[in-house]
């Protein structure tokens, strides 16, 4: 007899093989899919035709996964200008202080200020950072 | 006159990005309701694979041009809701130029039947 909840591990067990991240993107994939099944099952298929079309209709993981590596791609050149931004910013703060012979206590306000501008001003923004507990409902 | 069977695969992807901000424009959307709107518009002819939307919607994310939040259906179901920026609506804007430029030259050649 036809499982469906398994025909949904199963799935998510393909998408993950290729690469997809969870829980986002792949929860954001596993709701879609089952909003689909759902308005599949309403027109009147059984659960097992109705879960092929929409898992037709999602597409390949392989294709989806690619798609996704492009974007992890642009996240990484993203991450190392945010290194570079820091290295650039450390070096400038020590080089200042080095140039005006800039005493202790002046080290220990200028230094830190840098230091929480260069990890909370130029930080890259998370996208996901409130979404990383839900989970799909079924 | 052609009857258009399918639109090809570089159309759909070269469309996607200012068909995504136009939809989001008219306010905030999920992707099952985009998948289905441009369905729906199209009458059937603009067929995105419905998984290949979401790494487009995270692309414009990164990008600033939409933001996203979690949210419910009415049934309860978690959705991602995606909501248009202010840096989206000038992207929207450029594609929205550029499109009508390149429908105009076409439209004026079309009337001059050289197409």
Partial sequence: ?138 | MHRIAMIRKELVAASAEPLILSLLAKGESYGYAIIQEIRARSEDKLQWSDGMLYPVLHRLEDRKLIKSRWGESETGRKRKYYSLKEQGKIAMKRHHDEWTLVHSVFANLKKEQYV
């Fill in chain 1, 1 to 138: 007899m036809f499982d469906i909840e398994q025909s949904f591990t199963e799935w998510r067990k393909q998408m993950l093989a290729a690469g997809i991240k969870t829980p986002v993107p792949l929860v954001e994939l596993e709701i879609h899919l089952r909003e689909d099944v759902e308005k599949e099952m309403l027109a009147g298929a059984d659960a097992e035709k109705a879960f092929e079309k929409a898992a037709r209709r999602v597409g390949l993981a392989g294709e989806i996964g690619t798609e996704f590596d492009k974007t992890s791609d642009r996240n990484t050149f993203m991450h190392k200008r945010y290194l570079i931004a820091n290295a650039v910013l450390w070096a400038a703060a020590i080089l200042a202080s080095a140039a005006i012979h800039a005493p202790v206590v002046f080290s220990i306000i200028i230094l830190p200020t840098l230091a929480f501008a260069s990890l909370v001003i130029i930080r890259p923004k998370s996208n996901d950072s409130d979404c990383k507990k839900m989970t799909p409902t079924t």
